[in-house]
């Protein structure tokens, strides 16, 4: 019997070649996405597809009753998602308070459940400069937490912590993996915005591989 790994997947690029990295090491993967009352719920049904398609065990969890006490980022409240790189100060706006600890806690207690020893998350260097919850800091003390905090340890993987959105895109080809199958712009529209640091990031991420981005976007 293969082991088993919980991957928390969101649908986006990062968690996408995360997944499918799980998948290649011959884990038998159960999928994990959350809707957290985010304004990019595409992500959600793009995810779904994907696990569908792949034939593994997805879950999407509802926890948007907790959106009242994360409800001052601009992804689940009411301002609008700031344009511009990730490295300008105004993408601050977009952090959603503690919510890889919320995420990475409902996944470790699932791998519980299932008798997983891994959860995988797709944290890289790119987010770091934003996201205090994808820091090599964080993720090491989640680590900690996670192989004491129940009777079965659980060791948090993060395959693409040191490497740059590019590093994914690159790992993710060498794979011959679509990126038609993703979903990474922060505004849930028909089309991908191409302002926001999300789409910055990702088109960068494909220019610097020399590639076509397979997604439309509205300019």
Not at 32 to 45: A, D, P, R, V
Not at 94 to 103: A, D, Q, S
Not at 121 to 132: L, S, T, V
Not at 170 to 178: E, F, N, S, V
Request: hydrophobic content about 40%; some cysteine; overall charge negative.
């Amino acid at each position: 019997m293969p082991e088993k790994a919980v991957v928390v997947y969101s649908g986006g690029m990062d968690s996408f070649t995360v997944l499918h990295t799980a998948l290649r090491s011959g884990l038998d993967v159960y999928a994990i996405s959350f809707n957290y009352g985010q304004k990019h719920s595409k992500e959600l049904t793009v995810a779904a597809s994907v696990c569908q398609a792949l034939s593994i065990s997805h879950k999407i969890v509802d926890i948007t009753a907790i959106n009242s006490l994360m409800a001052n980022s601009s992804l689940t409240g009411d301002t609008d998602i700031p344009e511009g790189h990730y490295e300008s100060d105004n993408m601050k706006s977009t952090v959603v308070p503690n919510r890889n600890m919320v995420l990475l806690s409902m996944a470790i207690a699932y791998a519980v459940s299932l008798e997983a020893g891994k959860v995988y998350y797709g944290a890289h260097a790119g987010d770091h400069h934003i996201y205090p919850d994808c820091r090599p800091e964080f993720v090491n003390a989640m680590n900690a937490v996670a192989n004491i905090a129940n009777y079965q340890p659980v060791d948090i993987v993060t395959p693409f912590l040191h490497a740059s959105k590019g590093d994914i895109l690159k790992a993710g080809l060498a794979m011959g993996l679509d990126y038609a199958d993703t979903w990474t712009c922060y505004n849930g529209r028909e089309q991908s915005c191409g302002k926001c640091g999300a789409c910055h990031e990702r088109l960068e991420a494909f220019a610097e591989q020399g590639r076509q981005d397979p997604l439309a976007y509205e300019n």
